[in-house]
């Protein structure tokens, strides 16, 4: 695990969400992967415009820390949530996300993961 490239990610994740008028809700930086639970801060912003400037300024912040090769794949899966029970369920299945891979036994033990902002509810 590359703490110090871990930190950075999330760190980026942050400060996107500040700059692009968003709110992170949940996020689960695995190993290979990040999971993260994004809304729109206003109209005109958008989920995809946000993950795709997300992808290139942690790209470009993870070279401070001497990474080298490819940090995100091209393509990504995104999903719509219709309502606010969809929010919680899909926010728990993030949280569960390393219990479901075998990399801590209580999901409270992944320091890569939490809230950045609560749910709506």
């Not at 912040?61 to 490819?70: L, Q």
Request: overall charge neutral; some cysteine.
């Amino acid at each position: 695990v590359r703490s110090d490239l871990n930190l950075l990610v999330l760190e980026v994740l942050r400060e996107e969400q500040k700059r692009q008028n968003c709110v992170v809700f949940t996020y689960c930086l695995m190993p290979d992967h990040l999971h993260f639970l994004v809304s729109p801060g206003r109209d005109g912003i958008s989920a995809l415009t946000f993950t795709d400037q997300y992808k290139g300024k942690s790209t470009n912040a993870s070279w401070t820390v001497k990474w080298r090769g490819k940090l995100w794949q091209l393509r990504y899966f995104d999903h719509i949530v219709r309502t606010e029970e969809n929010l919680r369920v899909i926010s728990e299945y993030i949280l569960d996300n390393p219990v479901r891979k075998g990399l801590v036994e209580n999901r409270e033990d992944w320091q890569w993961s939490g809230q950045m902002n609560p749910l709506p509810y």
